[in-house]
């Protein structure tokens, strides 16, 4: 047995495995696959640990990709770059930025690793652009007997549709060839809106903006805009002064303090979001994308996110204020909703339909139990497809009804893992033994 105590960056769930590895490339990464097999362990690769659900939990063989962490190649004539699966999201941006390129779409908090990103469905927001996943044009893998195996849509099409969002069950991820153009810059346009007017404004606000985005402040009408829309130039960044004051200050250092007041005293959570929401102010910037897209995030949360059909939004979040109005729950935290184009990755929420994302949190260390029960009982309602890294109460038999592909990825998985070297209590939930 080891010592090593893990977590979650929330600490919703901890593992302490009986054995550990840090490959330092991908033929020890199947080396350490191969030893686990001989001692009957299962194994898991973690990332970051932002996943609030317990995907990367084992007791078996915890693999660490700390070393995982180069990007191998940029190829600016064919759109690609090749980078290994723990390398930090943050760190990739940096460094295609330098090499005069950047990923068409990402979500607002880099500091995941690309796998467990990837691997979970990670996505931000966007009209034509979707998930980091539809992004992937190629993965290198470990099988379950420790080889290492390539796949795109030319080559074993099955598997790469099947494991591009696959929970690490069909393989150990070790890199990724992603698609990627040349390096654009994004002009932000952030602005406070009333909730009824961008619900009935929804159609026209997303076909004319190439990325938008809503915050809604429960127990208020309030919310906060955000239209990013690629730019010829010249960039025109925050001032550093009010970068921090923003984005450390107001929406980090004053945003905790806030919430710590709001679990004190939930009653006051209405008038404290009702002052949030009229103390921010609208503002633009012209910066390279990644700096658009991704801001940091710095107070703890638990976050509950389902994938709903686009047309189905405004019904959604009028039955979510419903649930908050009539008093039963007190959320301090702003409910955030972005979109998706259709994709073609069997096991993503946006499979085969426009998708609209609405993400509930809470405090880390109040209750949520009972507000993320009354919210998913809204989204199942329609149909909704929980993210597969955060808190959600689905099981296979769920999760097969709302998926066209399921059966097509888990025939996968039976032919690559027979033995279920990769599963996890996790896994055995949402796929099956």
Known sequence: ?????????????????????????????????????????PVRMVGSGHSFTDAAVTDGMMLLPTSLTRLRSVDPAAGTAEVEAGMPLCDLNEALHRSGAALANMGDIAVQTMAGAIQTGTHGTGRDAGGLASQVVGMELVTAEGEVVSCSAESDPELFHAARVGLGAFGVVTAFTMAVEPAFLLHAREEPMRLEEVLERLPELR?????????WFPHTGLTSTKRNNRSGGPARPLAPFKAWLDDEFLSNSVFDGVNRLARRAPAAIPAINQISA????????????????????????????????????????????????????????????RFA??????????????????AVHVYKGAPYERFFADAEAVFTSVQGRPHWGKMHTRDRSYLERVYPRFADAMAVR???DPDRRFANAYTGRVFGP
């Open 1 to 41: 047995m080891t010592n090593v105590l893990w977590r979650t960056w929330a600490d919703t769930y901890r593992a302490r495995p009986r054995m550990t590895a840090t490959p330092n490339g991908t033929d020890e990464a199947a080396g350490a696959v191969r030893a686990a097999a001989q001692q009957g362990l």
């Open 207 to 215: 076909a004319a903006n190439e990325h938008f985005e809503f915050f």
């Open 278 to 337: 009229r103390a921010l102010s609208a503002r633009a910037y012209t910066d390279a994308s990644h700096r658009v897209f991704a801001s940091p995030r710095r107070v703890r949360f638990v976050e509950m996110e389902y994938a709903v059909p686009a047309e189905e939004l405004p019904a959604v979040l009028r039955e979510l204020r419903a649930i908050t109005d009539r008093g039963d729950h007190r959320i301090s935290f702003p409910v955030e909703v």
């Open 341 to 358: 184009p259709a994709d073609d990755v069997w096991l993503s929420t946006a499979y085969g339909r426009e998708t609209a994302y609405v």
């Open 414 to 416: 039976d032919r690559v």
